[in-house]
């Protein structure tokens, strides 16, 4: 049935000007937000827990749509940032008592400017961003939910290939592939595999089938979780998935689910201010390290985790 599939597969005509460009009056758009990291710990023990430690991810850097201005937080004990394994962004690390019987709350803020921004505005404009070194050969292997190995996805890859010589040609058929196979439907994270079996999926899916299309091509690429904020701005979680591919140096973003929709302003290597990516490759959002004995104790010890996003205080 794929072969049929491929067979019948209407290769839209890839243009290198970008798919959806953003008009003249709204290209230079940005926001000056906060990102605001909630925790939240209720200790109902009847002794305080010495050196809780709670990581959270902090908003990608390194990225065509926002920069990180600055990093503000509550008082605590101990604050350290520590890099994710094979460049996917940075951790900080929190360190705090809290007392017995009590409920403790730490926020941290996450100062960003969000932009529009689009590939191939100008040379200019690219010039300034510095390349990036090849990156680590993980982005290439499949993974979970990426099945870059399987028999389906390499067949649509090798239909891409045999079709487009040009790599950025490539990568903008694998960006449509989604968009033509998949009916958009929420449903629980299921990837790219089941993506093209089943023919539906959500944004994770739309991310994952393209990520997984560009790996069996061999173009390093890798999903990214993000904040969708339209009139919304409060999250237990990241609420939207898109994805990168590493294109002559450069890590472009791609969103073949929002693209669907011009009103979003995303698409391949196109993107509005209306969303903020926090991280990279499915790392964690946040973790958490109770000191020993405390799961011993009697009395119910919870963590929660809010996210806000709020107009930055005094940008111009």
């Not at 100008?122 to 499949?142: A, E, G, K």
């Not at 629980?188 to 595999?193: I, V």
């Not at 739309?206 to 999250?235: C, D, K, N, Q, W």
Request: net charge neutral.
């Amino acid at each position: 049935m794929l072969w049929k599939f491929i067979a019948l597969l209407p290769l839209i005509p890839v243009v290198l000007a970008a798919s959806s460009r953003l008009s003249a009056d709204t290209r230079n758009d940005a926001q000056y937000l906060t990102l605001v990291a909630e925790i939240t710990i209720e200790n109902g023990t009847a002794e305080p827990i010495e050196g809780y430690v709670h990581r959270v991810a902090v908003p990608v850097e390194g990225h065509m749509q926002q920069r990180l201005l600055g990093i503000r937080h509550d008082d605590v004990q101990r604050f350290l940032r520590k890099p994710f394994k094979h460049s996917a962004g940075d951790y900080v690390e929190l360190e705090w008592t809290i007392p017995a019987r009590s409920t403790s709350t730490k926020k941290i803020y996450f100062d960003l400017l969000v932009q529009d921004y689009q590939l191939h505005a100008s040379t200019q404009q690219l010039d300034r961003r510095p390349r990036q070194p090849r990156p680590h050969d993980v982005y290439t292997r499949p993974a979970k939910y990426i099945e870059s190995e399987a028999d389906e996805i390499v067949r649509l890859a090798r239909h891409i290939e045999r079709s487009y010589a040009d790599a950025e040609a490539r990568l903008r058929a694998a960006f449509l592939t989604p968009q033509q196979m998949i009916q958009y439907r929420r449903q629980s994270t299921r990837g790219a595999l089941y993506a093209v079996s089943a023919r539906q999926g959500d944004c994770t899916e739309y991310a994952a089938l393209f990520v997984a299309i560009a790996r069996a091509m061999g173009y390093p690429a890798r999903m990214t979780s993000e904040f969708l904020f339209t009139e919304h701005r409060e999250f237990s979680q990241p609420n939207h998935h898109a994805a990168e591919v590493y294109l002559e140096g450069r890590w472009i973003p791609v969103d073949a689910n929002l693209a669907l929709d011009p009103r979003f302003g995303y698409g391949f290597g196109v993107g509005s201010h209306s969303k903020i990516v926090l991280n990279r490759n499915s790392v964690w959002v946040w973790s958490n390290l109770f000191p020993r004995g405390v799961s011993k104790r009697r009395g119910e010890v919870d963590v929660d985790m809010q996210w806000r996003i709020l107009e930055m205080q005094g940008a111009e």
